[in-house]
């Protein structure tokens, strides 16, 4: 029986970032994600300058002719690397668009280019960045920010679910509870098996502090909240393999043989306290293959796990491995989740 195949919005970020660049890279050969398709929402003048300047250099790039663009048109001229509230809001713009037409089913999944915060509450919107936005617009409140990473050494897929994202460090023991992590571990769980097939995940999670407390003497929230909370989270999913509080400072090393495929993965995912702790591994592992992937949404939305990158935007050498790695991702989780055979 024919598989239908799934249609991904991308959106090109902030055009004066590298957005545009790295999208045209990333799709300069179809081949690499053939069972989908694309189309591409930004500003079609933008998109066909940034082309002629990488053919110009000898640089593979899509031509905007050849690709399904829903065009948002700019009204003023943008220069490569000069962000502004107008960049900011036509980035805005794209994503909305985007987002309609992925909630009345035109789209299974959204792939976002990166913005710039400032630039969008420069123009106004203030929202702490695009998840954000997503979230707003589909209705959800229970969602996460989750990392994926594919070895290019192995077999290993690095999947990382932060339970607190951009606050300061030192708003992470306020806002860690055991509310919020039965959220996280719903989430988490419920991804791994409508995503990924793993029907039976194993997990570990984070401690807080160094050495996981150490019983109290580096800091109590393991022993006062954390570990009676994961006898609970045990309870309530007998099925999962839960293991933790795992000390930060270790946790990291079998998924860092994983990737390099020395050993067995030990854990299907990873379940990190505060953005750094779950990030600087990832980024220093994987920093150009991890796409940054949205759940608890009704559709699939990934991103390049970088930024607008607007000291070398207009250059041509930005890389559009993350911007491949996420398109990738994103067909495929479309079509585990709402492709039918």
């Known amino acids: 029986m024919k598989v239908m195949r799934?249609?991904?919005?991308?959106?090109?970020?902030?055009?004066?970032g590298i957005g545009p660049e790295v999208v045209l890279k990333a799709l300069s050969d179809r081949q690499s994600?053939?069972?989908?398709?694309?189309?591409?929402?930004?500003?079609?003048?933008?998109?066909?300058?940034?082309?002629?300047?990488?053919?110009?250099?000898?640089?593979?790039?899509?031509?905007?002719q050849d690709l399904d663009i829903w065009d948002v048109p700019n009204h003023e001229i943008i220069t490569a690397g000069l962000g502004n509230a107008v960049t900011g809001d036509l980035s805005f713009r794209y994503l909305n668009?985007?987002?309609?037409?992925?909630?009345?089913g035109q789209f299974q999944g959204i792939v976002t280019g990166p913005i710039s915060k400032f630039h969008w509450?420069?123009?106004?919107?203030?929202?702490?960045?695009?998840?954000?936005?997503?979230?707003?617009?589909?209705?959800?409140?229970?969602?996460?920010?989750?990392?994926?990473?594919?070895?290019?050494?192995?077999n290993f897929i690095w999947k990382t679910l932060l339970a607190t994202t951009h606050i300061p460090l030192s708003a992470v023991p306020k806002t860690l509870t055991p509310a919020l992590l039965?959220?996280?571990?719903?989430?988490?769980?419920?991804?791994?098996?409508?995503?990924?097939?793993?029907?039976?995940?194993?997990i570990a999670i984070a401690g807080i502090n160094p050495h996981s407390g150490e019983n109290g003497a580096l800091g109590d929230e393991e022993k006062n909240w954390l570990i009676p909370w994961l006898r609970q989270a045990g309870d309530r999913y007998p099925q999962i393999t839960l293991e933790?509080?795992?000390?930060?400072?270790?946790?990291?090393?079998?998924?860092?043989?994983?990737?390099?495929?020395?050993?067995?993965?030990?854990?299907?995912?990873?379940?990190?306290?505060?953005h750094d702790q779950g990030l600087i591994p990832v980024k220093l592992m994987a920093f150009d293959l991890a796409v940054n992937t949205s759940i608890g949404l009704p559709?699939?939305?990934?991103?390049?796990?970088?930024?607008?990158?607007?000291?070398?935007?207009?250059?041509?050498?930005?890389n559009a491995t993350s911007m491949q790695a996420a398109i990738k991702l994103a067909s495929q989780l479309a079509h585990q989740r709402f492709i039918k055979v």
């Open 244 to 274: 933790g509080p795992i000390p930060p400072d270790t946790m990291w090393i079998k998924p860092g043989q994983a990737w390099q495929g020395n050993i067995q993965p030990a854990h299907d995912a990873y379940l990190a306290m505060y």
């Open 33 to 64: 994600c053939p069972d989908c398709h694309l189309t591409v929402i930004g500003s079609q003048a933008i998109l066909q300058e940034t082309y002629l300047q990488l053919e110009a250099k000898g640089i593979a790039a899509a031509n905007p």
């Open 121 to 154: 509450q420069s123009a106004g919107h203030n929202y702490p960045g695009q998840t954000e936005l997503l979230a707003e617009k589909a209705k959800v409140t229970e969602y996460g920010m989750f990392f994926v990473a594919q070895s290019p050494h192995s």
């Open 97 to 104: 668009k985007a987002i309609a037409s992925t909630l009345n």
């Open 6 to 16: 799934p249609h991904l919005a991308i959106t090109i970020g902030d055009p004066a």
């Open 299 to 318: 559709f699939i939305r990934t991103s390049p796990d970088h930024g607008t990158a607007f000291d070398i935007a207009g250059e041509g050498v930005a």
């Open 182 to 202: 039965n959220t996280k571990l719903d989430l988490l769980i419920k991804c791994l098996q409508q995503d990924f097939g793993i029907t039976h995940p194993r």
